[in-house]
């Protein structure tokens, strides 16, 4: 699929259901639902009791979200036999939107008349933008945040299937990178490359090429772990040797004597990570 913004999204079925099960999707979901009930673009606070209204806002919420995910399986089995024309986002929001408005107007007009039928026409353009904007906040901002419950079902299993005990952090808790659902221990992690929809992950004794975003997985590291000096690369704090030049620009050297390059607008912060981290 395309985002809002024309960036593509790549989700299977499950990896699409797995948003479900993560906090930050519930807080952002909740605190979206709040500025709804607060802002109320849908006009509806000054003709109903406010029990109604509310309970409203929370049924449509909960339908229109049903609907959403309905079509995003669909589309993902209708893929098993048909993989073009890439589908775009905000289509499959207003397909969901569409028959919530309906069935919002109709139960409305079931209980306190037929005046609410020009206000919430009226009204549904702005509403329907408004939850697409939110929609693109939560795609920009939240989603790179997640790992899929794809991913952690794995991890789990990876734990407690393991015979022996995987490298553990100073207070003791396991460390794993989960790279398009596959769980990797970080210390086997010497640097990530990204390139295009994949990421090429050098590992202390082999190399993989998995389908996933780099940004996903930078967003599961600390800043002690390593350092993304580039847009299309991190290295592990292992790996590095120190900061260098290489034909006048600005490059990571690392103790294999690879050289990484350095963006010249992240060069003062790999400074101070290097100065930080490293000595």
């Given at each position: 699929?395309?985002?809002?913004?024309?960036?593509?999204?790549?989700?299977?079925?499950?990896?699409?259901?797995?948003?479900?099960?993560?906090?930050?999707?519930?807080?952002?979901?909740s605190?979206?639902?709040?500025?709804?009930?607060?802002?109320?673009?849908?006009?509806?606070?000054?003709?109903?009791?406010?029990?109604?209204?509310?309970?409203?806002?929370?049924?449509?919420?909960?339908?229109?979200?049903?609907?959403?995910?309905?079509?995003?399986?669909?589309?993902?089995?209708?893929?098993?036999?048909w993989?073009?024309?890439?589908?775009?986002?905000?289509?499959?929001?207003?397909?969901?939107?569409?028959?919530?408005l309906?069935?919002?107007?109709?139960?409305?007009?079931?209980?306190?008349?037929?005046?609410?039928?020009?206000?919430?026409?009226?009204?549904?353009?702005?509403?329907?933008?408004t939850?697409?904007?939110?929609?693109?906040?939560?795609?920009?901002?939240?989603?790179?945040?997640?790992?899929?419950?794809?991913?952690?079902?794995?991890?789990?299993?990876?734990?407690?299937?393991?015979?022996?005990?995987?490298?553990?952090?100073?207070?003791?808790a396991?460390?794993?990178?989960?790279?398009?659902?596959?769980?990797?221990?970080?210390?086997?992690?010497?640097?990530?490359?990204?390139?295009?929809?994949?990421?090429?992950?050098?590992?202390?004794?082999?190399?993989?090429?998995?389908?996933?975003?780099?940004?996903?997985?930078?967003?599961?590291?600390?800043?002690?772990?390593?350092?993304?000096?580039?847009?299309?690369?991190?290295?592990?704090?292992?790996?590095?040797?120190?900061?260098?030049?290489?034909?006048?620009?600005?490059?990571?050297?690392?103790?294999?004597?690879?050289?990484?390059?350095?963006?010249?607008?992240?060069?003062?912060?790999?400074?101070?990570?290097?100065?930080?981290?490293?000595?």
């Amino acid at each position: 699929m395309r985002a809002t913004l024309f960036e593509p999204i790549d989700l299977s079925a499950q990896q699409f259901l797995g948003l479900f099960r993560h906090r930050l999707t519930w807080r952002y979901m909740s605190l979206v639902l709040v500025i709804l009930i607060a802002a109320d673009p849908s006009g509806l606070a000054g003709q109903l009791p406010f029990g109604l209204f509310f309970v409203t806002w929370l049924l449509a919420f909960a339908l229109y979200l049903s609907l959403q995910s309905v079509l995003i399986l669909a589309l993902a089995a209708l893929r098993q036999i048909w993989a073009r024309p890439a589908v775009y986002w905000p289509v499959i929001s207003l397909c969901s939107f569409a028959p919530t408005l309906m069935v919002v107007e109709t139960a409305l007009s079931l209980l306190v008349g037929d005046a609410l039928h020009p206000l919430l026409f009226e009204r549904m353009v702005y509403v329907a933008i408004t939850i697409i904007v939110f929609e693109t906040i939560y795609m920009r901002f939240v989603l790179p945040r997640l790992g899929t419950a794809e991913a952690e079902a794995e991890a789990d299993i990876t734990v407690e299937a393991a015979p022996a005990p995987a490298p553990a952090t100073e207070d003791g808790a396991e460390r794993l990178l989960h790279i398009g659902g596959q769980p990797i221990g970080l210390e086997e992690v010497r640097m990530i490359e990204a390139r295009e929809h994949h990421v090429h992950v050098h590992l202390k004794d082999r190399a993989l090429t998995q389908r996933a975003r780099l940004s996903d997985i930078v967003a599961q590291t600390r800043p002690e772990d390593g350092v993304q000096p580039h847009r299309s690369w991190w290295v592990a704090r292992a790996a590095v040797r120190g900061l260098g030049r290489d034909a006048g620009k600005p490059v990571l050297e690392l103790t294999d004597d690879s050289l990484v390059p350095v963006a010249r607008g992240r060069l003062s912060e790999v400074r101070d990570w290097i100065d930080t981290y490293l000595g």
